[in-house]
């Protein structure tokens, strides 16, 4: 080749790729938008409460509070308390409670708990029921929550004398579908029907937990819906003969984790149990934590747990325990959890169950039940002391008292509200990023029951949706 045609060669070059760099100047890629989500206050919520054990006669009461946050841009503040057929109550004050007495038929069926505008932050409820029937007596007392696509309860019994029912309620106006994982002492239950239970829009369906596993003393329940979302909740009556011994709403866990801290079991019954599952595929070796009042230690009567495979151990605690309001960290490779049952053996015979949950991160609500005993038990595993600070507020929403507590670390702390606040619920706020969970219980003449303390929510992620 001469060198006349290599230099024409390399001109049609250059002259092609100026034509390239020209088209590109006139369109240009676009340049892909940073995608970022967005917190943005709660505008809306819908919590079910599951209503009352069917056939047991119990006398029901549901508490609910907006107690506000940060205020959406737009939408009319509403509460309102409504079953199936009619609204029960309503009020457009932040801050306060509302309280509604349930007949039997609503209480059975079950509340739906809506709110909206500045009554959407931090919104919560709560029932009470009390059971003075010849096949139940007790109290307990369950959150009403919103719908998820998972839940996780640990203690379940559904062995001779005990009904214990799966409530799930689907308030959407979608068909969901749910899946049951049902953990033994001895491995998983194949459970026939367990799978593909579908929950009608706009309904609620009560399942006897003994179809799928009967006789058996404690059990792990996962729920796990595999289309559209549920809120779950697990009732259990007791009965020695014929005589009813205990009443109970069974918590809903934190998921498992390498790390969980049982919350702290009510203070002065008798005999307490402590259930410990492996939810993982290889067995663990599971060392228990106490953190009671002056710090954490290993007992010597319970030094670890081998705990095999998908199962549930059961430990006799009392003696470890000492009928205090303590609580438990379970640690290990693999994922765990567990709850702490506490039986009132003398009169009025009752029990009570505390589990995990997840650390304080915002204001929490808790109600003071009249003619009950509120106890409210903080317990960190962090080794650094907690700040916490409690706030009594009144029926008409008006501060009633004010209190900071300091929770030590690696241990329990029990505090009670004064009889001069006259409380209608307590705000319990902590520091961002703290390592503190907290349960409450309530006694009274006809029982003991416990809830967990658990965050209001506050603000919802709004994904970011590019073009």
């Known amino acids: 080749m001469s060198w006349r045609a290599s230099v024409a060669g390399a001109s049609a070059v250059l002259v092609a790729a100026a034509a390239v760099l020209v088209v590109d100047a006139q369109h240009p890629t676009p340049a892909t938008p940073k995608a970022r989500s967005e917190q943005r206050p709660v505008t809306s919520a819908t919590l079910s409460c599951p209503g009352a054990a069917a056939g047991a006669g119990a006398q029901t009461a549901v508490f609910a509070v907006g107690p506000g946050g940060p205020r959406p841009a737009s939408g009319g503040s509403r509460l309102r308390l409504a079953d199936s057929t009619s609204s029960l109550a309503a009020t457009a004050d932040v801050g306060v409670p509302l309280v509604a007495r349930l007949d039997d038929g609503a209480g059975r069926s079950g509340v739906r708990v809506t709110a909206r505008g500045a009554l959407a932050p931090g ?28 839940w996780w309860f640990s203690g379940v019994d559904t062995s001779v004398g005990t009904t214990t029912g799966l409530v799930l309620s689907n308030p959407s106006r979608a068909v969901a579908v749910v899946d049951l994982h049902i953990l033994g002492a001895t491995g998983p239950v194949d459970a026939a029907g367990a799978n593909g239970i579908a929950v009608a829009p706009r309904s609620r369906v009560l399942l006897d937990l003994a179809r799928y596993a009967p006789g058996r003393a404690a059990i792990t329940l996962h729920v796990a819906a595999t289309r559209g979302t549920v809120a779950a909740a697990v009732s259990t009556t007791r009965l020695d003969g014929i005589t009813p011994v205990g009443a109970e709403w069974l918590p809903s866990s934190a998921a498992p984790a390498t790390s ?134 009144g029926p008409s929403g008006r501060r009633t008292g004010a209190e900071t507590l300091v929770v030590s670390g690696t241990s329990t702390t029990a505090w009670a509200p004064p009889p ?9 706020i902590v520091r961002p990023g703290s390592d503190v969970q907290a349960v409450a219980s309530y006694r009274g003449e006809r029982g003991v029951a416990q809830l967990p303390v658990l965050s209001g929510r506050l603000t919802v992620t709004r994904p970011a949706v590019l073009p």
């Open 123 to 150: 919104v919560a409820a709560a029932q009470l029921s009390s059971y003075t029937a010849r096949t139940a007596a007790g109290i307990a007392a369950s959150w009403c929550l919103s719908p998820r696509d998972e």
């Open 260 to 393: 969980v801290v049982v919350g702290a079991g009510a203070a002065g019954l008798g005999r307490q149990s402590l259930v410990v599952t492996n939810t993982g595929t290889r067995q663990q070796l599971v060392t228990v934590r106490i953190l009671d009042a002056d710090g954490a230690f290993t007992s010597t009567a319970l030094p670890g747990l081998q705990v095999p495979p998908e199962s549930v151990v059961v430990e006799d605690v009392s003696a470890i325990l000492q009928r205090q309001s303590t609580a438990v960290q379970l640690s290990a490779h693999g994922p765990v959890t567990g709850s702490l049952v506490s039986e009132q053996v003398d009169s009025p015979h009752d029990y009570a169950v505390s589990t995990t949950s997840a650390p304080l991160s915002t204001p929490a609500v808790v109600p003071d039940v009249q003619q009950t005993e509120l106890t409210l038990a903080f317990a960190t595993a962090s080794p650094a002391p907690e700040r916490v600070e409690i706030r009594g507020v």
């Open 420 to 428: 001069a606040w006259e409380a209608a619920y307590l705000l319990v």
